[in-house]
């Protein structure tokens, strides 16, 4: 501010260079090993580069390891539904992602957006689970919403509305 008037100056600063860096990715990913990357790369853009996690790895509960301390969890859920609102870490030289076997997995079917496999945390409802999957169709009937669930002693049905999805 001694040399500049910075209310009446436009300023531009752009980075040329990024430094290189070495990051480790492990455990259940497709390509595991070490990538040496430009620093400005973020944990998800670097776990696309070891194809991301294999059919056992899980996607809510990566893991940023630096110096033998976890200093960010990374959940693709959430980055996928809202990207801006996922905070993200900056990577240094020596890094670990490390990528678990999966955790809870259900199975979506009949009037929903997006059928498929979902993985969900401990303390996730039913309604997080058809949230992920889109939502409902317009043809779906929010009254009658069927859970299989397979026991030790069998397959067990129970029937829910919307409200008690939660």
Same mark, same amino acid.
Request: hydrophobic fraction near 35%; glycine fraction near 8%; charged fraction near 20%.
């Given at each position: 501010? /001694?040399?500049?008037?910075? =209310? *009446?100056?436009? #300023?531009?600063?752009?980075?040329?260079?990024? /430094?290189?860096?070495?990051?480790?990715?492990?455990?259940?990913?497709?390509? $595991?090993?070490?990538?040496?990357? $430009?620093?400005?790369?973020?944990?998800?853009?670097?776990?696309?580069?070891?194809?991301? $996690?294999?059919?056992?790895?899980?996607? =809510?509960?990566?893991?940023?390891?630096? *110096?033998?301390?976890?200093?960010?969890k990374l959940d693709i859920y959430d980055y996928m539904n809202n990207p801006k609102k996922s905070s993200s870490v900056h990577l240094m030289d020596g890094d670990f992602i490390l990528v678990p076997t999966l955790g809870n997995i #259900?199975?979506?079917?009949?009037?929903? #957006?997006?059928?498929? /496999?979902y993985e969900l945390k401990d303390n996730e409802t039913l309604m997080d689970a058809i949230n992920f999957a889109g939502g409902f169709t317009e043809n779906a009937n929010e009254n009658n919403i069927s859970v299989l669930r397979n026991t030790p002693t069998g397959k067990q049905v129970k029937g829910f509305t919307w409200s008690e999805a939660e």
């Amino acid at each position: 501010s /001694k040399v500049y008037d910075l =209310r *009446n100056s436009n #300023i531009a600063i752009e980075l040329s260079y990024s /430094k290189v860096i070495s990051v480790n990715v492990m455990g259940e990913v497709l390509s $595991p090993g070490t990538y040496s990357v $430009p620093s400005i790369n973020s944990a998800f853009n670097i776990l696309s580069l070891a194809n991301g $996690p294999n059919e056992r790895g899980t996607v =809510r509960n990566i893991s940023v390891v630096r *110096n033998g301390e976890v200093i960010h969890k990374l959940d693709i859920y959430d980055y996928m539904n809202n990207p801006k609102k996922s905070s993200s870490v900056h990577l240094m030289d020596g890094d670990f992602i490390l990528v678990p076997t999966l955790g809870n997995i #259900i199975s979506i079917s009949g009037e929903i #957006i997006r059928s498929g /496999k979902y993985e969900l945390k401990d303390n996730e409802t039913l309604m997080d689970a058809i949230n992920f999957a889109g939502g409902f169709t317009e043809n779906a009937n929010e009254n009658n919403i069927s859970v299989l669930r397979n026991t030790p002693t069998g397959k067990q049905v129970k029937g829910f509305t919307w409200s008690e999805a939660e």
